[in-house]
C-alpha cells in the first residue's frame, strides 16, 4: 500500500519510469494510467509472470508500458538462476533454503541486465524497485543521478543493516534523500 501510495503521489509529467521487478504489473499499471507519464519499463525475471503482466497491461489499456524478461544484476554476466516459488510474489535470486514463503518450484536460467545498461538505454527519471534483496548488490552498481525519485521497496531481512546502508548511500550519491 504505500509503494502504491508513494508511486501515485510521486510520479509526474513526463517522467519515464523503470521498474525493476514487475510482480503482478500492478505498479507498471498505475504508473502508466498516471497522467503524463510518458514511458514505463518493467524488467521482471520471473518468466511465468511476463504473459500475465502483458494480460494486466492490456486489459488496463495501458499503452505505455514493456515489459523485459531478464533479471536486474550489478553487470552483465550473461545469465542467473532465478528461483521460483510456490508463493510468486517470494520467487527470487536467492535460494533462501529454510524459508517459511513457500518452497523452491522450480530453478530456471535468466538472462541478465545490467542496471547500467537499462539506464544507458532508458534514461529513467523515475525507479521502482523491489526486487527481493537484491537491491544492496544491484542499485549501488549504478549511476542514478539521472533520477528525479525512486521509490524503493528495501528488505532488511535478508540485506542487514550494511545492505540498507548501501543503497541509502547509493541513494546519496544521486541526490536523492529519504
Not at 510456490?86 to 513457500?102: E, F, H, I, V, Y
Amino acid at each position: 500500500l504505500k509503494e502504491f501510495e508513494a508511486v501515485q503521489a510521486l510520479t509526474g509529467a513526463d517522467d519515464i519510469v523503470l521498474e525493476l521487478g514487475a510482480g503482478i504489473g500492478f505498479m507498471s499499471t498505475v504508473a502508466a494510467k498516471l497522467g503524463g507519464v510518458r514511458a514505463v519499463h518493467s524488467i521482471e525475471p520471473n518468466s511465468t509472470l511476463i504473459p500475465y503482466i502483458e494480460r494486466v497491461h492490456r486489459a488496463n489499456e495501458v499503452l505505455n508500458a514493456s515489459v523485459t524478461h531478464a533479471a536486474i544484476a550489478p553487470d552483465d554476466t550473461g545469465s542467473t538462476a532465478f528461483y521460483v516459488r510456490q508463493n510468486l510474489l517470494a520467487s527470487s535470486l536467492a535460494p533462501m533454503q529454510g524459508r517459511k514463503d513457500g518452497g523452491v518450484m522450480l530453478t530456471e536460467t535468466v538472462p541478465t541486465l545490467s542496471l547500467t545498461a537499462a539506464i544507458d538505454a532508458i534514461q529513467p527519471t523515475f525507479l521502482i524497485c523491489d526486487i527481493e534483496g537484491a537491491e544492496a548488490e544491484v542499485l549501488p552498481s549504478a549511476d542514478l543521478s539521472g533520477l528525479r525519485c525512486a521509490v524503493v521497496e528495501l528488505h532488511p531481512q535478508w540485506i542487514g543493516q550494511s545492505g540498507v546502508q548501501a543503497v541509502f548511500d547509493a541513494m546519496s550519491r544521486a541526490g536523492l534523500t529519504y
